[in-house]
């Protein structure tokens, strides 16, 4: 916090500029060391080489923290780039103010480190200080808005906690780990990225009115809401996907800075939007099903699976930096009682991180654990128009697993959520009407998708081949027993090569799979598994360029394997007989860019882009492979994440169908199926799904956007 002295400087220092108009020329002659270095790229390359430190040396983050910033967009760019001051901005309003009247530190030394002693990183920590200043009608109530005030936080802690282990947890955990997410400024929002993201100034220490969406809402945001929301975790967001709107779009100003003191939190929100603010034709119209179903949230009906976390512990490592590990993530769609007593009986709820252990290593149990519930109210970014529970009365009615009740959480969390749970006489009834729904044609084969349990049984058959495409690394630290190894990798071009990442030809690969001392022939079964992000589809496409017809692959890879319990073994891949692979020609199934054209300028394709939609509507971006983001011209969003759980398992043969005919991808459209991607390794999985369905005409487009970026964008 800025104490009093250092405000009362940074307000004399704002008249002052006000009163003088100081012209660029003599304002730039009397640069202060600050801005002369933040000004200079080349200087500030130099010093980032070691990376700048404020302060001592002690590490921000330990070796042993895992959770905080997964799956966040990094920016892209090097660090000195976080650091470096646009010289423009000295001529905004912001940059008349001396740097070191908000930053503090000595902005006279050319020594770094004297430099930075004592200086704040971000003065907006505390706003009424500084924002303040000019922005007092917005500080005034933004201070103790969500964004900004911890006290909801420190509230929910204290119903759960004795007084001593809350004083206890203030002093050593939470401003150095929990507050990194629970307390935000009006620079991380407006000036640089939060922390989570890697920090930084955002556009070279210009304020901007909007938050940028992908690097400063996603990243603090990103369990549970915005891998939801763009698609990485699912089929992402109607409102995103399909009309491109943002945060902003539906969370206004008023509502980021409005003040929570006299609230019971975001749900009490007289700014919290509602869907009948866009969709007044809702509330107007006497809609049959919304009659029916006027005491269930719309989120209920709306909503696809959405993000739930069950597990995140704190503790300090040997060196005394706090840390916090948690687990994955998980799909889940749980329909529980309202906890307050406005508004409809049922909504959807979320399992949220907290356990009785949670800081166990700095102050034991929570002495009064089970004054909260481990549950609370979901607002879902998953929303569609139609959903599978939506698609019949009884995927919902008498599916009594969607429901929050004693018998879908463990015993001892039972008490806790006394207060949410519904009660088995509260599941609806399963009904007689039914509501009809169109299905893609289908044929599947069951000896394509195999399961975990069929594996173990099948273990010892000589007649398969268990084949790991993950990494040597990632094999020898554990694989599935008697399983060969070949890296996916080597089954596509260098990233050196135009385009990057394009499949071997059917020559080459032969040579690959006869020399891999797998013992591969032709009427031996190939099980393919992998990580969930290890190219199996790339293998599984690679084998049928063959004429392989014996392919299978192990649904949920390795994570439903170690989760029936079985064992992984550590070591070198074995090894088989070196054979030569009889190359079969098979009908070509790759295309490229110019096959595309050919085929939507008559009107005989489909492309399916399988990436999440934020790399779809161009806000995220391969830099590795393309310059520019986006996608193909009518091109079907569609994120492969929508077909499976999350467990990476498959839903049921019926459900598949149903996602994809209601996004428009039916085989009895008779038209090609292009599936495409950033590189074609999501795309190679999407034709594996495909394939194991019975779709005929399905094909691969190898160079996908890296390819169609580098020649039309």
């Known amino acids: 916090m800025l104490s009093a002295k250092p405000a009362i400087l940074f307000f004399i220092s704002l008249l002052i500029f006000s009163a003088i108009n100081i012209s660029r020329v003599s304002f730039s002659e009397e640069l202060t060391q600050c801005a002369r270095c933040h000004t200079d790229a080349i200087r500030m390359d130099e010093l980032t080489e070691d990376a700048i430190t404020y302060g001592d040396d002690k590490p921000v983050v330990s070796a042993?923290?895992?959770?905080?910033?997964?799956?966040?967009?990094?920016a892209p760019f090097d660090l000195y780039e976080k650091m470096l001051v646009a010289p423009e901005f000295l001529n905004s309003p912001h940059g008349q103010i001396p740097c070191h009247m908000c930053h503090q530190g000595n902005p006279n030394s050319k020594d770094a480190t004297v430099a930075h002693k004592g200086m704040l990183a971000d003065p907006s920590l505390d706003s009424e200080a500084t924002c303040g200043q000019c922005h007092n009608e917005i500080t005034s109530k933004a201070a103790t808005s969500l964004h900004i005030n911890p006290e909801p936080l420190y509230k929910t802690l204290a119903a759960r906690c004795s007084k001593e282990q809350l004083t206890s947890l203030k002093e050593n955990v939470l401003d150095q780990q929990c507050l990194t997410c629970h307390q935000g400024s009006c620079g991380s929002c407006h000036v640089s990225r939060p922390d989570v993201a890697g920090g930084g100034l955002q556009n070279g220490h210009f304020f901007t009115k909007k938050p940028d969406?992908?690097?400063?809402?996603?990243?603090?945001?990103?369990?549970?809401?915005?891998?939801?929301?763009?698609?990485?975790?699912?089929?992402?967001?109607?409102?995103?996907?399909?009309?491109?709107?943002?945060?902003?779009?539906?969370?206004?100003?008023?509502?980021?800075?409005?003040?929570?003191?006299?609230?019971?939190?975001?749900?009490?929100?007289?700014?919290?939007?509602?869907?009948?603010?866009?969709?007044?034709?809702?509330?107007?119209?006497?809609?049959?099903e919304h009659v029916l179903h006027k005491n269930v949230a719309c989120a209920v009906c709306h909503a696809a699976p959405y993000q739930n976390c069950n597990s995140c512990h704190v503790g300090t490592d040997q060196d005394g930096v706090v840390y916090s590990t948690s687990t994955t993530p998980f799909k889940k769609f749980l329909i529980g009682k309202n906890p307050d007593k406005d508004g409809p009986r049922y909504v959807l709820m979320r399992e949220i991180g907290v356990q009785r252990d949670t800081f166990a290593e700095s102050i034991g149990n929570m002495q009064n654990f089970s004054a909260l519930p481990t549950y609370k109210r979901a607002s879902p970014h998953t929303v569609q128009k139609r959903t599978w529970q939506s698609a019949d009365c009884n995927h919902c009615h008498g599916n009594k697993k969607l429901f929050l009740t004693q018998d879908s959480i463990p015993f001892g969390s039972i008490v806790a959520n006394r207060h949410v749970l519904l009660k088995d006489t509260d599941v609806p009834a399963p009904v007689q009407a039914k509501r009809s729904f169109m299905l893609s044609p289908t044929r599947p084969d069951p000896a394509i998708r195999v399961s975990a349990e069929w594996l173990k049984q099948h273990q010892g058959d000589k007649n398969i081949i268990l084949l790991d495409t993950r990494s040597k690394t990632d094999y020898e630290k554990g694989h599935i027993p008697g399983a060969f190894h070949l890296c996916f990798c080597v089954l596509r071009t260098s990233a050196e090569t135009t385009p990057p990442y394009m499949m071997q030809k059917a020559q080459k690969l032969a040579k690959i799979f006869g020399s891999s001392r797998l013992g591969l022939t032709p009427g031996k079964r190939v099980v393919i598994y992998?990580?969930?992000?290890?190219?199996?589809?790339?293998?599984?496409?690679?084998?049928?360029?063959?004429?392989?017809?014996?392919?299978?692959?192990?649904d949920g890879n390795i994570t439903s394997w170690n989760g029936r319990g079985y064992k992984l073994e550590k070591g070198r891949a074995p090894v088989a007989k070196v054979r030569t692979y009889p190359l079969k020609p098979v009908a070509d199934f790759i295309v490229d860019n110019h096959d595309i054209i050919e085929l939507m300028g008559t009107g005989t394709?489909?492309?399916?882009?399988?990436?999440?939609?934020?790399?779809?509507?161009?806000?995220?971006?391969?830099?590795?492979?393309?310059?520019?983001?986006?996608?193909?011209?009518?091109?079907?969003?569609?994120?492969?994440?929508?077909?499976?759980?999350?467990?990476?398992?498959?839903?049921?043969?019926?459900?598949?169908?149903?996602?994809?005919?209601?996004?428009?991808?039916?085989?009895?459209?008779?038209?090609?199926?292009?599936?495409?991607?950033?590189?074609?390794?999501?795309?190679?999985?999407?034709y594996m799904i495909l394939d194991y369905l019975g779709y005929d005409n399905v094909k691969v487009h190898d160079g996908s956007w890296a390819e169609w970026a580098a020649e039309f964008e």
């Open 530 to 554: 992998d990580d969930g992000h290890s190219g199996r589809g790339i293998t599984f496409m690679a084998l049928r360029m063959l004429g392989h017809q014996k392919i299978s692959f192990l």
């Open 605 to 686: 394709a489909i492309v399916v882009d399988t990436r999440n939609a934020a790399h779809y509507n161009g806000h995220m971006l391969r830099n590795d492979i393309a310059k520019t983001g986006g996608s193909i011209p009518e091109a079907i969003s569609f994120s492969l994440q929508t077909l499976m759980g999350s467990n990476g398992e498959l839903y049921s043969t019926k459900r598949l169908s149903w996602l994809l005919s209601n996004a428009g991808i039916s085989a009895s459209t008779g038209k090609t199926i292009i599936g495409t991607c950033n590189t074609n390794m999501i795309a190679a999985e999407f």
């Open 213 to 288: 969406f992908i690097y400063n809402c996603l990243p603090c945001h990103t369990h549970p809401t915005s891998i939801d929301f763009i698609g990485r975790k699912g089929g992402g967001d109607i409102h995103y996907r399909k009309h491109g709107m943002i945060c902003t779009d539906c969370h206004t100003k008023e509502e980021m800075h409005a003040s929570t003191e006299n609230s019971g939190g975001r749900y009490h929100l007289t700014q919290r939007p509602q869907c009948v603010d866009c969709h007044s034709e809702i509330a107007d119209r006497p809609i049959p």
């Open 64 to 74: 042993r923290q895992k959770g905080m910033g997964y799956l966040v967009e990094q």
